[in-house]
Every structure is written in C-alpha cells, then in structure tokens.
Nanobody, 126 residues
Framework: QVQLVESGGGLVQPGGSLKLSCTGS????????IGWFRQAPGKQREGVAC????????YYSDSVKGRFTISRDNDKSTVYLQMNSLKPEDTADYFC???????????????????WGQGTPVTVSS
C-alpha cells in the first residue's frame, strides 16, 4: 500500500525558514519522482518542486526558485523541501505526491500525480 506522510509545517515569520518532510512507504522512494504542490484557500493548486526518479535532477516553479530546495534521503525513504526566505504568499497546505507512470514534468504541475499525502499547513505571518 502506497503511503506518503508529510510533516514539518507550522507558523513562521516572513523571511524565516521551514523544512518539510515527506516519508514514503509501500514503494521505493529513490526510484520514484517525488513532487510538492501547495494549495492556498481560494486559490488553485500550484506545483512548486519535483525531484526526478533516481538521480535525474529537480525542477522548481518560478515562484520558489532560489528559495526552496528539494532533496532526498534514500536511507530514510524521505524527501525534504527546505523553504527559505518565506513570504506571506507561501502560506498554503503543502502536499507531497508521486506517480509510477511518469517522471517530473518541467512545468512542475505535479498536482495530478496519482498518490498524495494528507498535507501539512504552512503559515507565513508576522
């Protein structure tokens, strides 16, 4: 059974940092593309980052490029999203996602991947 569990969300001031974690089970995390997307109240889902299967590199949306970094710890079956220089507009629920039939798209539109976690909330506010 494929499962993705996110953690690490919370309240942070503008300019601060958070590190989200996504732990996968029921599949080989290192062999699958893992993406992050977010959804803010009243807004459309937005893909923010995706790490390609195996060691194929990563893609980022323009809105987070240079501020967010996606990484993977294969021993822990976990993918991280390090978020720096956070802005109020980064406030959203963040979800990790994977798919076994395709790799990361350059567009980072990963919100239609087949498997999602339950999400973790991020609030950026003073």
């Amino acid at each position: 059974q494929v499962q993705l569990v996110e953690s690490g969300g919370g309240l942070v001031q503008p300019g601060g940092s958070l590190k989200l974690s996504c732990t996968g089970s029921g599949f080989m995390v290192e062999h699958a593309p893992i993406g992050w997307f977010r959804q803010a109240p009243g807004k459309q889902r937005e893909g923010v980052a995706c790490m390609r299967a195996r060691y194929g590199g990563s893609y980022y949306s323009d809105s987070v490029k240079g501020r967010f970094t996606i990484s993977r710890d294969n021993d822990k079956s976990t993918v991280y999203l390090q978020m720096n220089s956070l802005k109020p507009e980064d406030t959203a629920d963040y979800f990790c996602t994977t798919d076994f039939a395709r790799d990361c798209p350059r567009s980072v539109n990963v919100y239609d991947f087949d498997y999602w976690g339950q999400g973790t909330p991020v609030t950026v506010s003073s």
